[in-house]
């Protein structure tokens, strides 16, 4: 939870209409049951709550919603919308959600999943499948985190888990536009 | 019976286990599964938490190509992705076009996406997969861990009971085994957490190991290559960070049910498994 107080200037305002925009979620719906929170496996670690994120949308609070960690820890199970009454769809904010935070330049600054996501895109973008072994060897080095997880290699190695050779489908110019078009909102 | 099959990255990679105990089941029951041509990564959570027209422009690429054949999928995160794409597309007409644009072919979400979990119960059905038990699992208590993304969210999968799914059970009663009870069949195992941030993967993991031996589980079975990483080249990690023991082996469903049928464990490939199951499998005369 937040410690400071928040101030309410209003209810409903610009945030929780670009995120509805964004994601199609409803978070003017949610009635603070906490079902979301009771069920999300991340809640016990979150710096804002299931409940309370979409409680701070609903209260317009755009800064701490996007610098928010918990944004980057959803994991994606998509429990909360499964159980909730008023199917408000977290899991489709936090993506609506992951978006802005990177455009507006608010990233919790100890995630390092967009880092994650763009290395993977890349690669699925040039050879159309993920190359396992590339993946892991950029993000390392992306990030710094050499040796993390250092005994995990040998040891997948050994198991043939992890070919040294990556996949390539062919089209790969189709594929570059393919996500040029996308990231220009499939207008063009 | 033939389906067009869409394996995945993690099949051809990490999970190549998953892929050969697939066919080698597949081949048991007489079940073609030709793969999809050229089809592309689903997108996974990067392309959704990133851009979510990519998120549905990936799995239309492949889906169109599909012929209005059903594709079949064994990773749940693909099968989660590729079904969601359908859904937004096949209920949002400007959604449609938009991804018509990205993708330069006009998709109407219409290609049926199904798992091998409902492929084996529904379509072939437990009778006839009872008929290529050669070796039955008799003794084996089995959790079955189906994750989040199988039955999740309902209205898109539209898999089995969303709280408490029991296809896998199905099958693994099938194969002569005890599906155990247990609680946790669809908690999350921190997925692709794994690289980013570990610590969520191992206390989650350590959650599920924990609810599965205190249930009175042998081993658990799994239907996602990122389900079953996190639980198998995990588990070491998991009893070092919590000071527990486990040593449960963390076997792809179709790894079982080939055992059943008589597979051998290289076509199986149970050598890729990192926590050792043949002492489990001598113990309950299964191995070999």
Redesign the interface.
């Known amino acids: 939870m937040i410690a400071a107080t928040i101030e309410i200037g209003g209810v409903g305002g610009a945030l929780a209409s670009e995120v509805k925009a964004r994601s199609g979620a409803s978070p003017m719906s949610c009635l603070q049951c906490l079902k979301c929170s009771s069920g999300c496996p991340v809640a016990s670690r979150a710096d804002l709550k299931p409940h309370e994120l979409v409680r701070m949308v609903q209260m317009d609070q755009r800064e701490v919603v996007l610098a928010s960690r918990f944004i980057w820890e959803c994991t994606s199970c998509q429990t909360c919308i499964t159980r909730c009454p008023q199917q408000v769809n977290i899991a489709a904010m936090n993506d609506a959600l992951r978006v802005m935070s990177r455009a507006a330049g608010k990233v919790a600054p100890e995630t390092t999943v967009p880092v994650f996501n763009d290395v993977f895109l890349s690669i699925v973008r040039n050879r159309g499948r993920v190359y396992e072994l590339g993946l892991m060897a950029s993000y390392k080095l992306r990030t710094g985190r050499l040796l993390e997880d250092a005994d995990k290699a040998p040891m997948m190695f050994s198991k043939g888990k992890l070919p040294l050779l990556g996949p390539r489908v062919r089209g790969r110019d189709q594929r570059r536009e393919m996500f040029r078009r996308a990231a220009e909102g499939g207008n063009k | 019976m033939s389906y067009l099959f869409f394996p995945g990255?993690?099949l051809?990679?990490?999970?190549?286990?998953f892929h050969r105990s697939t066919l080698a089941v597949a081949a048991k029951l007489g079940l073609e599964l030709p793969e999809l041509k050229?089809?592309?990564?689903c997108?996974?959570?990067?392309?959704?938490?990133?851009?979510?027209?990519?998120?549905d422009?990936?799995p239309a690429?492949s889906l169109s190509a599909a012929g209005g054949n059903t594709v079949a999928v064994a990773c749940s995160a693909c099968y989660s992705r590729l079904k969601t794409a359908n859904h937004h597309i096949a209920g949002d007409a400007a959604l449609r076009?938009?991804?018509a644009?990205?993708?330069?072919v006009d998709y109407d979400g219409g290609t049926p996406v199904l798992h091998l979990l409902e492929i084996l119960c529904r379509d072939i059905g437990r009778a006839r997969i009872a008929q290529t038990i050669t070796r039955p699992l008799a003794g084996l208590r089995v959790a079955c861990y189906y994750g989040?993304?199988l039955a999740?969210?309902?209205e898109i999968t539209n898999f089995d009971d969303?709280e408490n799914p029991t296809l896998m059970d199905q099958l693994m009663e099938t194969a002569g085994a005890t599906a155990i009870g247990w609680p946790h069949k669809?908690?999350?195992c921190?997925?692709?957490?794994s690289?980013?941030?570990?610590s969520?993967v191992l206390?989650?993991t350590n959650e599920i190991l924990s609810m599965a031996k205190a249930a009175g589980a042998d081993c658990i079975a799994t239907a996602c290559p990122l389900c079953q990483l996190n639980l198998d080249?995990r588990q070491r990690d998991v009893e070092r960070r919590f000071g527990r023991r486990y040593n449960l082996p963390v076997f792809y469903f179709t790894q079982l049910l080939g055992l059943a049928m008589g597979c051998s464990s290289s076509e199986l490939?149970l050598?890729?498994?990192?926590v050792e199951p043949q002492g489990l499998l001598e113990s309950k005369g299964i191995g070999r």
């Not at chain 2, 050229?38 to 990564?41: E, T």
């Not at chain 2, 996974?44 to 851009?51: I, K, L, Q, R």
């Not at chain 2, 050598?271 to 990192?274: P, T, Y």
């Open positions: 990255c993690s051809d990679g990490t999970a190549k286990d050229d089809w592309i990564c997108g996974s959570t990067a392309a959704h938490g990133t851009d979510p027209l990519l998120a422009a990936l690429k076009a938009r991804v644009q990205v993708v330069g989040c993304l999740r969210p309902p969303a669809t908690e999350c921190g997925a692709s957490f690289i980013t941030e570990a969520i206390e989650l080249m490939s050598a890729s498994l990192v």
